[in-house]
């Protein structure tokens, strides 16, 4: 191959498995909003909540995607603080397959190397889904080749409502006065202060609105979306978001490199 050729290369039609990492930009945290599960049911003509376990499996193949990628962080959006209002019996089979997952994958999870990890109002969730994201959290604690965020019961503007409280109850208390609050110290009182904002975030199934996710956290962060509907969001569709995310110029509000080499 011509050095010319193997220099773009990954820009070109090349957008396989075998693309190589070292080719491109990795997200150090990748956010999936994992949308269309209803859809690639119905057109199975099958129920919704056969749609649900489809993608809960493919959570399992991003998670071994990310890891070929050597992608740190990923986090996604599995249940919603707006998803309560969808039928009773909708909500039942996600609290179900909650349930089963982390217990069903752990050998698969501790194999790849996984710590998994819970974002949202996980204090407000039914005691045995906190016993769920206990023990997950716990029994993980010591892998570090990625970490798995699930969001569940999360809404971006419930955290920072959230964290809003924590930081008035501080001032109440005399702990801090209302101008030590910065963005710094904002951020502190988010649930996962230690996780760095996401770099991409992706949402496939059509969509183009980011829904509550990470308001706070994704305020800089660059936005992939696909048509392609989650079950079916597999190692060639991460590929190409990663291709697009290598391109992206991100200058968080300053000024590109070649800009500032023009002053
Ligand atoms: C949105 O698709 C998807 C959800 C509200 C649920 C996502 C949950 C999973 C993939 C299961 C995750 C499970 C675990 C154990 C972490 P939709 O159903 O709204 O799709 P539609 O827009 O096509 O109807």
Known sequence: ?????????????RKTADTDPAELKIPTH???????????????????????????????????NCGHYGIKYVTVYAFSTENWSRPESEVHTLMELFVEYFDRYDPELEAEG???RFTGDIASLPQNIREVCKRAEEGSKHRDRMTLIVAFNYGGRREIVQAAQKLAEKVASGEIRSEDITEDLFAQHLYLPDVPDPDLIIRPSGEERTSNFLVWEGAYSELWFSDVLWPDFGMKELTDALIAYTKRDRRFGG?????????
């Open 1 to 13: 191959m011509k050095a010319e050729e193997s220099k773009f290369s990954i820009f070109s039609k």
């Open 30 to 64: 990748l956010a999936v909003i994992m949308d269309g599960n209803g859809r690639w049911a119905k057109k199975r003509m099958l129920p919704r909540s056969a749609g649900h376990r489809a993608g809960a499996d493919n959570l399992k193949t991003l998670c071994k």
């Open 255 to 263: 000024l590109s490199k070649e800009k500032k080499d023009e002053e």
């Open 114 to 116: 996984i710590r998994v």
